[in-house]
């Protein structure tokens, strides 16, 4: 769960979330979001301060920016604060993958935010690189850079079951995107699920709609019962993992062509206000 509040995330952690994710990437982001429906944190380096108490050892992670002539600082002062996972955004070129880990150098634990369509279409360049801990498949700005309509059609459209495929052999645990509720978002999170099962991703991170955007942990107390929705999620994805392969396969036909519906409804929308 992305958080930077010390109450919300000993809520988050008490209520059964596994990671807290504090988020200070910057550079760039305005240009590449700035006009869309996404959330833009904004948070700072002492917010991983703050939150360090309160999330148990091994589980804090921090989101930094993009490689820049500052990153060696910036990783400095990140692990300082207590980050346990360093994330990597907009990375394009294997070098990037070596420099960002060389600047870590083993004092965090180094994961790839794999979002943009160089570092797909060079993921054999990058995948053996040492000292790579996990990946996360960031679906919103690969969709972005491909011009795509809807965030999920990367995940059913082929283009990333190859690097699934090498980081499973690897043994480099992934996670991809982020979930809903059950039963709930434009794409259920019962059918998001069947494709991580499909592909091999034990991750998401939990949607802000997934607390019905609520801002304090009042908030979210009067609108849901936190544990219970965690635990549907985590019994959804279990029901997953024990499909039979042709079930998985044909589940994949099925979220496949609701993506396509969905999209193509995108499309129809977005013609229809240029229009």
Request: charged share 25%; net charge negative.
């Given at each position: 769960?992305?958080?930077?509040?010390?109450?919300?995330?000993?809520?988050?952690?008490?209520?059964?979330?596994?990671?807290?994710?504090?988020?200070?990437?910057?550079?760039?982001?305005?240009?590449?979001?700035?006009?869309?429906?996404?959330?833009?944190?904004?948070?700072?380096?002492?917010?991983?301060?703050?939150?360090?108490?309160?999330?148990?050892?091994?589980?804090?992670?921090?989101?930094?920016?993009?490689?820049?002539?500052?990153?060696?600082?910036?990783?400095?002062?990140?692990?300082?604060?207590?980050?346990?996972?360093?994330?990597?955004?907009?990375?394009?070129?294997?070098?990037?993958?070596?420099?960002?880990?060389?600047?870590?150098?083993?004092?965090?634990?180094?994961?790839?935010?794999?979002?943009?369509?160089?570092a797909l279409?060079?993921?054999?360049?990058?995948?053996?690189?040492?000292?790579?801990?996990?990946?996360?498949?960031?679906?919103?700005?690969?969709?972005?850079?491909?011009?795509?309509?809807?965030?999920?059609?990367?995940?059913?459209n082929g283009?990333?079951?190859?690097?699934?495929?090498?980081?499973?052999?690897?043994?480099?645990?992934?996670?991809?995107?982020?979930?809903?509720?059950?039963?709930?978002?434009?794409?259920?999170?019962?059918?998001?699920?069947?494709?991580?099962?499909?592909?091999?991703?034990?991750?998401?991170?939990?949607?802000?709609?997934?607390?019905?955007?609520?801002?304090?942990?009042?908030?979210?107390?009067?609108?849901?019962?936190?544990?219970?929705?965690?635990?549907?999620?985590?019994?959804?994805?279990?029901?997953?993992?024990?499909?039979?392969?042709?079930?998985?396969?044909?589940?994949?036909?099925?979220?496949?062509?609701?993506?396509?519906?969905i999209a193509?409804?995108?499309?129809?929308?977005?013609?229809?206000?240029?229009?």
């Open positions: 769960m992305i958080t930077a509040d010390p109450i919300f995330a000993a809520f988050a952690v008490d209520a059964g979330v596994d990671r807290i994710f504090i988020d200070t990437e910057i550079l760039g982001k305005e240009d590449r979001q700035g006009h869309l429906n996404t959330v833009i944190s904004h948070h700072t380096i002492d917010d991983v301060v703050r939150v360090r108490p309160v999330v148990p050892a091994g589980r804090l992670l921090v989101r930094i920016n993009p490689l820049h002539p500052g990153s060696g600082a910036e990783i400095d002062s990140v692990i300082a604060a207590g980050a346990d996972i360093l994330m990597l955004p907009m990375f394009r070129r294997p070098d990037e993958v070596s420099a960002f880990i060389q600047l870590v150098r083993g004092r965090a634990k180094c994961c790839l935010l794999m979002e943009t369509v160089g279409a060079s993921f054999e360049s990058w995948v053996d690189t040492p000292g790579i801990d996990e990946v996360h498949v960031g679906l919103n700005d690969l969709h972005l850079e491909q011009k795509l309509d809807f965030m999920f059609e990367p995940l059913v283009q990333i079951d190859g690097l699934a495929g090498a980081l499973r052999e690897r043994h480099i645990p992934f996670g991809i995107g982020g979930v809903a509720r059950v039963g709930e978002g434009t794409l259920p999170a019962e059918l998001v699920l069947t494709e991580h099962a499909r592909l091999g991703s034990t991750a998401a991170i939990l949607s802000r709609a997934f607390v019905r955007h609520a801002a304090t942990v009042q908030e979210i107390r009067q609108q849901t019962d936190l544990p219970a929705e965690l635990s549907k999620l985590r019994d959804a994805y279990d029901r997953c993992l024990h499909m039979s392969p042709d079930a998985l396969s044909l589940a994949h036909q099925q979220v496949r062509e609701k993506v396509q519906a193509a409804h995108i499309r129809s929308s977005k013609a229809g206000h240029s229009a």
